[in-house]
């Protein structure tokens, strides 16, 4: 699927990941767990990674959360950003404490000097300042805007932001402008993306529960997305932080923006499947969280929708009497009566491990 040409935008580091400058789009989420939950975060921190979770976000809310950040940003696989809200002094700790970035909102956090404190704490540091305007904390005097034009209202706050900040001397920026309403935010992001070349992370915030925030924010992203708005993005839903990384993979992949994506193709399963679609297809996708190659996988119910209409797809199994037959590129190569899912996932790795014997490039 070809996408419109990608915006053109500065590159920022988030340690040793790129965000714009024509970087591939990269996926974030954000612990459940506050810093002072060490252990979890850690732990949730370790599984977003194994998801492909590229950039993630912890808050950081009290005094007590810096030393345990500190840690947690020292063991992590991945850069950890402090969220911070409120406190200005929590975000010059947390830069001082080994964050790969800060995540503020300056219309909460505080005067323009306290903005400017954390700024300086950043540029001290080395990193960048993540600039997030949300719907639900525009500044007083916009409130009346915000009421007739929520979109508009969002870009003049990001601009007046920008402003104070550009006159500060700190352009280490991404900016986000988010609201629940996927078309303010569509349309928010579009007027901040005319004026300037900072990098957008895209969002819809609050989106909800896992299937309804989905579908909202795959309607709104993949909008802004095709129209080459967006360097990096989160899924934002309630509950596992895992699930967030599973989707966005699937947006940015049907985009066509990340080649070394898996694309799982299934069948949405009737009174011919032999086998539990819907159950395989679940526990192929988390089997293979974290590959980064450029496969199609195909799980299949029957001879109908087998082989033949996955045909296209690199490997795959197709439900038959008795089990699953295994297929690569349409022809049966093999008849599986036990753990078909388990023998696929064996098969994808074998696939992806002759790839790197090959040299393949990982895109």
């Given at each position: 699927?070809?996408?419109r040409?990608?915006?053109?935008t500065?590159a920022?580091r988030f340690?040793?990941v790129?965000v714009?400058g024509?970087?591939?789009?990269s996926i974030q989420?954000m612990?459940?767990r506050p810093?002072?939950?060490?252990?979890?975060t850690?732990?949730e921190i370790?599984?977003?990674a194994r998801?492909g979770c590229?950039?993630v976000?912890v808050a950081?809310k009290?005094?007590?959360d810096?030393?345990?950040?500190?840690?947690i940003c020292?063991?992590?696989p991945i850069?950890?950003?402090?969220?911070?809200?409120f406190?200005?002094r929590?975000?010059?700790a947390?830069a001082?404490?080994?964050?790969?970035g800060?995540?503020i909102?300056?219309g909460n956090?505080?005067?323009?000097?306290k903005?400017?404190?954390?700024?300086?704490?950043a540029?001290a540091?080395?990193?960048?300042?993540?600039?997030?305007?949300?719907a639900?904390?525009?500044?007083?005097?916009?409130?009346?805007?915000?009421a007739r034009?929520?979109?508009r209202?969002?870009a003049?706050?990001?601009?007046?932001?920008l402003e104070?900040i550009e006159?500060?001397?700190?352009?280490?920026l991404v900016?986000?402008?988010?609201?629940s309403?996927?078309l303010?935010t569509?349309?928010?992001n579009?007027?901040?993306?005319?004026?300037?070349?900072?990098?957008?992370?895209l969002?819809v915030?609050e989106?909800?529960p896992?299937?309804?925030?989905t579908?909202?924010?795959?309607?709104a992203?993949a909008?802004?997305?095709d129209?080459?708005?967006g360097?990096?993005?989160?899924i934002?839903l309630?509950g596992d932080?895992?699930?967030?990384?599973i989707?966005a993979?699937?947006?940015?992949?049907?985009?066509?923006?990340?080649g070394?994506?898996p694309?799982i193709v299934?069948?949405?399963?009737?009174?011919?499947?032999?086998?539990?679609?819907?159950?395989?297809?679940?526990?192929?996708e988390?089997?293979l969280?974290?590959?980064?190659r450029?496969?199609t996988?195909?799980?299949m119910?029957?001879e109908?929708?087998?082989?033949g209409?996955?045909?296209g797809a690199?490997i795959?199994i197709a439900g038959?009497?008795?089990g699953?037959v295994?297929?690569r590129?349409?022809?049966?190569?093999?008849?599986i009566e036990?753990d078909y899912?388990e023998?696929?996932?064996?098969?994808?790795?074998?696939?992806v491990?002759?790839q790197?014997?090959?040299?393949d490039?990982?895109?």
């Amino acid at each position: 699927m070809a996408t419109r040409p990608r915006r053109h935008t500065r590159a920022v580091r988030f340690g040793e990941v790129t965000v714009g400058g024509g970087a591939p789009v990269s996926i974030q989420s954000m612990s459940t767990r506050p810093a002072a939950s060490e252990e979890e975060t850690a732990a949730e921190i370790a599984a977003l990674a194994r998801a492909g979770c590229e950039i993630v976000r912890v808050a950081v809310k009290a005094a007590d959360d810096v030393g345990p950040f500190e840690r947690i940003c020292a063991a992590s696989p991945i850069p950890v950003v402090a969220d911070v809200h409120f406190d200005h002094r929590l975000a010059v700790a947390a830069a001082e404490a080994g964050a790969a970035g800060l995540r503020i909102n300056p219309g909460n956090i505080g005067s323009r000097g306290k903005v400017l404190a954390v700024l300086d704490a950043a540029s001290a540091a080395g990193i960048p300042v993540r600039v997030g305007v949300n719907a639900g904390s525009i500044e007083r005097d916009l409130r009346g805007l915000a009421a007739r034009e929520p979109a508009r209202a969002m870009a003049e706050s990001a601009f007046r932001h920008l402003e104070m900040i550009e006159n500060a001397g700190f352009t280490d920026l991404v900016f986000s402008l988010k609201s629940s309403d996927a078309l303010a935010t569509i349309e928010a992001n579009r007027i901040f993306a005319l004026n300037n070349d900072y990098p957008l992370h895209l969002g819809v915030t609050e989106a909800g529960p896992a299937l309804t925030g989905t579908a909202v924010s795959a309607a709104a992203l993949a909008i802004l997305l095709d129209e080459g708005i967006g360097d990096t993005i989160r899924i934002s839903l309630s509950g596992d932080p895992v699930r967030e990384v599973i989707v966005a993979a699937a947006v940015l992949s049907a985009l066509g923006l990340r080649g070394d994506i898996p694309r799982i193709v299934s069948c949405p399963t009737c009174g011919r499947a032999w086998i539990d679609v819907a159950a395989a297809a679940e526990r192929l996708e988390r089997e293979l969280l974290g590959i980064r190659r450029p496969i199609t996988v195909a799980v299949m119910g029957c001879e109908v929708n087998g082989p033949g209409e996955a045909a296209g797809a690199d490997i795959g199994i197709a439900g038959a009497r008795g089990g699953a037959v295994l297929f690569r590129h349409g022809r049966v190569v093999q008849t599986i009566e036990g753990d078909y899912v388990e023998e696929l996932v064996a098969e994808v790795r074998r696939l992806v491990d002759d790839q790197d014997g090959a040299g393949d490039p990982p895109e």
